[in-house]
């Protein structure tokens, strides 16, 4: 079996002494896209933020490529290849587009630029423009082009369409399906459940900081337990 590019084991912590995560298990495997879900307050962006070194508190594991990263502040843990787009605050809203990338790339420089106009037309036409003028998908996607214009190995994704109008939300699930065309393993914390398992490989469904179901994502879908007590049976994708 292929190597985990990312596994999460017993991983505990919170942003005070009081625990959030409670033993959290968790594996994401090269090119592949994982979901997690779960209800409000289960603990989904808390993991994701332990995973990029942004939780005070952490006991467990947590291995990138089979090697310890639990010590490792966020700096190195980007810097090891793990890239982040956070629910809100994940553009320079005052700095263009172009500038939004320019300090991203750093010493790539201006072929990864380039390269990340070539994969997002809608942004080198609106190069020029305050980042903070964007639409929502627009936005979205500097906040990608951001993230993966270092290249990353992985992507953490904290409520992706939590910002977005309903009718930009399938164009955003869209835009996260090929994000493994970039070599990029994708790990999607989202409400919006039945969509983003949809679009992934695995899911995890967290209750109470703990994984209270996982399973290959078709199989979730199809599960009924899942569908009547997490992934709301019958409710609009929207």
Known sequence: MTIAILSVDGLRGGYTEIEILKGVDLALRPGHIVTVAGTNGAGKSTLAKAIVGLLPHVSGEIKVEGHSILSTPAEGRSALGIGYVPQVAN?????????NLQIAAGKNG???????????PALDERRRSYAGSLSGGERQQLAFARALIASPKI???DEPTAALAPSKVA?????????PSFNVSVLIVEQRARQALAISDYGYIM???????????????ADD???ELYL???????
Not at 110 to 120: C, L, N, Q, V, Y
Not at 171 to 179: D, P
Not at 232 to 238: A, D, L, M, Q, T
């Open 171 to 179: 164009e955003s699930f869209e835009l996260i399906r090929k994000l």
């Open 225 to 227: 337990r899942a569908a």
């Open 91 to 99: 553009v320079f809203g005052t700095l263009s587009v172009l500038e």
């Open 232 to 238: 709301g049976r019958g409710r609009s994708v929207h």
């Open 155 to 157: 992507m953490v994704l």
């Open 110 to 120: 201006r072929k990864a630029i380039e390269a990340m106009f070539g994969r997002f």
């Open 207 to 221: 209750d109470g900081g703990k994984v209270a179901i996982e399973g290959p994502a078709a199989g979730l879908l």
